[in-house]
């Protein structure tokens, strides 16, 4: 991929990405809404399923795959939702009660706080490294199971990364863009690990910005 400089027109060359078009690194911590925004995920699916109240969802796999991405997309078009993200270290933030009841990071849940859950006759979304289908199902729970991270392949990964590229766009006219080759590239090097590969893209970006490295990576 190529970086161009695009303008260097004093009224904007203060901002450090107007050369390239962009206000920002594109690949930078986006807020919440923003990832949920630009995920590039089904959800209507889901959404219907989440009608009966002992529906349960849980996403499985390891970090960066992309399980929290579908969490956040749910809880944007599910507004009676809670979200609720267990951290690695104690003490455990209180469970918010919603329809559904979302629970991000669910296998760090403290025995109490998982038993509380799984009586609330709610349904239920867990994103897990680890199968909580026994538990869920002891509960009365049907259990809906996606394993995330199978299908980021190139295609996925290049119209995702270009979106966050898109909405980085400063004005109209030419930004940055990654090719199918790109891509391929990225997944052969980091598998079907998404921030990975975004944390490399960043460190990138800055190293073009500030003139580390030219301008093609």
């Not at 809404?33 to 109240?53: S, T």
Request: aromatic share 6%.
């Amino acid at each position: 991929m190529m970086l161009t400089p695009y303008d260097k027109s004093p009224s904007i060359d203060w901002l450090p990405w107007a050369r390239f078009n962009l206000h920002r690194n594109p690949f930078g911590e986006l807020t919440q809404d923003e990832r949920a925004e630009l995920a590039v995920v089904e959800v209507d699916y889901l959404i219907r399923m989440l009608g009966d109240p002992r529906q349960a969802i849980q996403f499985i796999g390891e970090c960066g795959r992309g399980k929290t991405t579908r969490m956040l997309k749910l809880r944007a078009n599910l507004p009676k939702s809670s979200y609720t993200y267990i951290p690695e270290l104690p003490p455990c933030p209180p469970i918010v009660y919603g329809n559904p009841i979302l629970v991000d990071e669910a296998q760090r849940l403290p025995r109490s706080a998982r038993r509380s859950v799984l009586r609330s006759q709610c349904p239920l979304v867990f994103a897990t490294h680890k199968d909580l289908s026994k538990p869920l199902r002891k509960h009365g729970y049907r259990v809906h199971t996606e394993h995330i991270g199978k299908g980021n392949g190139p295609e996925l990964v290049c119209e995702l990364l270009n979106r966050r590229i898109e909405a980085s766009r400063l004005r109209s006219g030419l930004i940055p863009v990654l090719s199918i080759e790109d891509a391929e590239s990225l997944v052969a090097e980091f598998g079907n690990d998404i921030r990975g590969m975004e944390n490399n893209l960043y460190l990138k970006f800055q190293e073009i910005l500030e003139g580390r490295i030219d301008g093609e990576m």
